[in-house]
């Protein structure tokens, strides 16, 4: 229903992801009110385009091999359940130079990342739930931060780790830093300004770190002003 072939979502023809809708919309009761079938409709659509993203990596991670005389020999081995021509595509797309760059360009940065996660396979949404629940009240992204970067022994991944998570517990004990919201189903309590932010450095375009899929700097949630509960 998702077409391999198209290289972004946003490529993806619009009768597209209204049929992957019309699916969701057939199989589950949605919201009547019109604001929260709208959120929800963008939300959902928002989700399935991550999914296409993640298998389309997924199938990169298991079939590319590095250098341009290896794309013929790829082509050939498609995988079951892929259209041929769509396969082909996508194929030229990952040999491609600008493509190559690019790829170096991430692996490259993800090289050089201090703080990468313990969360397992657990979305920040079930961990930040777990924690309010057994608090009785929101968790920001700063505490948050403490329990995706804490090993299961008790240890912190790294020094440089250590010293931000000390730099948000001592804003954090001033009553003044702390948010102000009512949500345990599973939001994160976030702002631009939180003890977070002051601690790593404003946000950048596109997403907001440590709140998982959905919120952007601009303040707009994928869900827009609705909570998980509303919808």
């Known amino acids: 229903m998702c077409p391999i072939r198209y290289l972004t979502w946003k490529d993806m023809l619009e009768e597209l992801k209204e049929e992957c809708w019309h699916v969701v919309n057939r199989k589950y009761i949605v919201p009547a009110n019109p604001t ?3 959120a929800l409709k963008r939300f959902t659509l928002q989700k399935i385009g991550k999914a296409w993203r993640d298998h389309r990596c997924r199938l990169k991670s298991t ?3 590095p250098h341009p005389r290896n794309k013929v020999r790829v082509k050939s081995i498609r995988p079951k359940g892929c259209i041929p021509k769509a396969w082909d595509v996508l194929v030229g797309h990952w040999y491609t130079d600008d493509t190559v760059i690019e790829s170096e360009k991430s692996r490259d940065c993800r090289s050089k990342r201090d703080d990468l996660h313990t969360a397992g396979s657990c979305s920040y949404a079930v961990h930040a739930t777990k924690k309010a629940k057994a608090d ?3 968790i920001e992204r700063a505490t948050l931060y403490s329990i995706l970067y804490t090993c299961k022994d008790g240890s912190v991944v790294n020094p440089v780790v250590q010293e931000r998570m000390d730099k948000m517990k001592e804003l ?3 009553p003044s830093n702390q948010l102000k919201s009512s949500d345990i189903s599973g939001s994160i309590a976030w702002s631009l ?5 002051k601690v790593m450095g404003k946000e950048r375009k596109g997403r907001i770190r440590g709140v998982g899929f959905g919120p952007r700097p601009s303040g707009q949630s994928s869900k827009s002003a609705l909570t998980d509960i509303q919808i």
């Open 63 to 65: 079939h590319y091999i």
């Open 36 to 38: 929260a079938y709208a």
């Open 172 to 174: 954090l004990a001033n």
């Open 193 to 197: 300004d939180d003890v977070f932010a």
């Open 136 to 138: 009785g009240r929101p």
